[in-house]
Structure formats: structure tokens, C-alpha cells
């Protein structure tokens, strides 16, 4: 019988989170990433890779790194403490170790600080400890180029999945994510899964496709479809230029849109124009800082979107 090739799978959550919005507001899937569809994807694919039997392919271990609210700041912002429980929840359902570090707020701006360096000793000593024959990174930034290295060192074959897109929002402007190139050059096997959800080849394609995302949810019982709200009419306000940042308040939310309260009309902003929290946290009447701006289409809309609540401030210890 076969040795079992053992993997292990790391998530740059931050990086997750951000191809899992985009497919759920962004991309006619609507609908989010499934880990565990995703983990039965990564074992067959590792099984073709390794050609080996897919009843030989066991992930043995997984990690997921990512900055998060603490506590009190979560349970200001209503419903964020929830979510996140319920992700923890899926997480360890699927057997994922969870590595949380606060984030970091600064002048009433939040940042993920140490996170990476995190997942590059964590993905390192896992690999060395457990000899893992596949080391799965989910991730695309090519500061973990380094990382990779010191695994092709180690002996593992590294595989990277990775995604590609574009994509214009409702504002008009366009969203680019590419994974490094750099990083893809170490890995001994690179994964492209926007070609492979995008342009599936066979019916056997379309299925596993099918199978990286959540079961869909139903539609209302009158069987009707889903319509969305209609947008407000965006005019020309009567005070503020382009470019000049300016406050004030989050007027409705949608699925990964929002409105800001703008006299005489509001202001579009999309999820990834969100800075200092994350598009999920806001709530409507949260106070709110933006940069006025054009759209590619020339329509008024707010960039730069910062919550204005408050922010526990972090300390230096003298």
C-alpha cells in the first residue's frame, strides 16, 4: 500500500477574506468560498499532482492566520462578535487551528501587524515537525517567497493556490488582485483557480467547481427572484470638491455596497473602498470619514471610507 502523502494547508486569512467577498458580492457565484470544498479540492488535486490514490492524500494539519477585533471593540460594532464565532465554527469543523492577533489602531486607523511573519514560523516549524510532503499556501502576497524556499529546503513540495481577477465595481472603478509571480516560481505546483471557476472544460470541471462554494440559500417562498433595492440617484451635492475628505454617516447597506448620507442625495461606496474595519462591521448610522471622488462612469461617489467610532488606542509599554 501507498505511504501516505501528507499535507498541510496555510490560510493568509486576510487574503481569504478578500477572494471570498469578491466572490460573494463581486462574482456571479454569489456565494462564498466553502472550506470544506476547498480542502476536498486541495486532496484531489494533490493526488493528480503526486500521482497517487486520492485515499492516500490526507490533510493532517491546517492553519489560519489573521488580525481581528478584541472583544469590547467587537461587541461595539453589533453583530461583528457573532460572525466571527460563527466562521470560528466552520473553521473548527474543518479541523483549522485559528491564530488571531488583534489588530492594531493608531490614530483611528486599524492594522494587521506581525500576522505574516506568524504564518511563515508557524508554516516553517509545522513542516519541520510533522514532515508535511505538501505544504499548501493560501496566499499571494511575495513576502512568502522567502518561506517557500526554506520549504523546497526542507524537502516538501509547496503548492500555492492563487487567484487572478479584475473586476469593475457599481462606482466604476476598477479592482485588480494578482498573486506574485515570484511566489508562483517557487511553487512546485501553482494552482490558478480563476481559470479553473472561470473557464471549466468539462461537466466533471463544473461540479468541482460547484463544490468551492457554499450551498446556495433559498430564494424567498414566493419563488420569485431576489431583487435588490434601487439605488439612490446620485447628484451633484451642493457643498464639498473632488478629493476633499469629509464626514458623516452610513445612510443603508447592502451586499457589499453600501450608502453614505450626502445632502441633497447619497454617496455609493463599495466594500473594498472600506479601510480601517472590515465592510461586514459597519452598521447603518455609523459615523464615517471619506474622500469625495469621481467614478470611471463620472458619477459622485465616497473612497477611502474610514469608521469614525472609537478605537481602543494601543499603548506602548515604556
Known amino acids: 500500500m501507498p505511504q501516505l ?105 486599524r492594522h494587521e501587524k506581525g500576522i505574516d511573519v506568524w504564518f511563515a514560523l508557524e508554516a516553517y516549524e509545522q513542516t519541520a515537525l510533522r514532515r508535511f510532503d505538501v505544504v499548501v499556501l493560501i496566499a499571494s502576497d511575495g513576502d512568502y517567497v522567502p518561506l517557500a524556499r526554506k520549504l523546497n529546503a526542507l524537502g516538501a513540495r509547496v503548492m500555492v493556490i492563487g487567484w487572478d481577477f479584475e473586476f469593475t465595481t457599481d462606482s466604476g472603478s476598477g479592482m485588480v488582485t494578482r498573486t506574485s509571480q515570484d511566489l508562483l516560481r517557487e511553487a512546485s505546483y501553482p494552482i490558478a483557480m480563476s481559470e479553473l471557476i472561470d473557464h471549466p472544460q468539462t461537466e466533471a470541471d463544473r461540479r468541482v467547481v460547484d463544490s468551492l462554494f457554499v450551498t446556495e440559500k433559498k430564494k424567498e417562498s414566493n419563488g420569485g427572484e431576489e431583487k435588490p433595492a434601487p439605488s439612490p440617484v446620485l447628484e451633484d451635492p451642493v457643498e464639498g470638491e473632488i478629493g476633499e475628505v469629509m464626514e458623516s454617516h452610513i445612510f443603508s447597506l447592502k451586499g457589499g455596497y453600501g450608502f453614505i448620507t450626502y445632502p441633497p442625495n447619497n454617496l455609493f461606496f463599495h466594500h473594498t473602498n472600506v479601510k480601517n474595519v ?36 494601543d499603548g506602548e509599554q515604556e
Do not use: W
Request: aromatic share 12%.
Open 5 to 109: 502523502t501528507k499535507i498541510g494547508v496555510f490560510y493568509d486569512g486576510n487574503y481569504f477574506l478578500h477572494v471570498s467577498n469578491y466572490y460573494n458580492y463581486d462574482h456571479p457565484q454569489r456565494r462564498r468560498l466553502s472550506i470544506t470544498g476547498l480542502h476536498q479540492f486541495i486532496e484531489s488535486r494533490v493526488a493528480q499532482e503526486e500521482g497517487v490514490p486520492l485515499s492516500r492524500c490526507k490533510i493532517v494539519d491546517s492553519h489560519y492566520f489573521r488580525g481581528r477585533l478584541n472583544a469590547t471593540e467587537a461587541q461595539q460594532r453589533g453583530s461583528a462578535l457573532y460572525y466571527d464565532r460563527v466562521f470560528d465554527d466552520i473553521l473548527m469543523s474543518s479541523g483549522v487551528t485559528t491564530h488571531y492577533s488583534p489588530l492594531r489602531s493608531s490614530h483611528g486607523r
Open 278 to 313: 472590515r465592510f461586514e462591521d459597519l452598521l447603518e448610522g455609523d459615523p464615517v470619514e471619506f474622500t469625495l471622488a469621481h467614478s470611471d462612469k463620472g458619477k459622485l461617489v465616497a473612497q477611502e471610507v474610514y469608521f469614525l467610532g472609537e478605537l481602543e488606542e
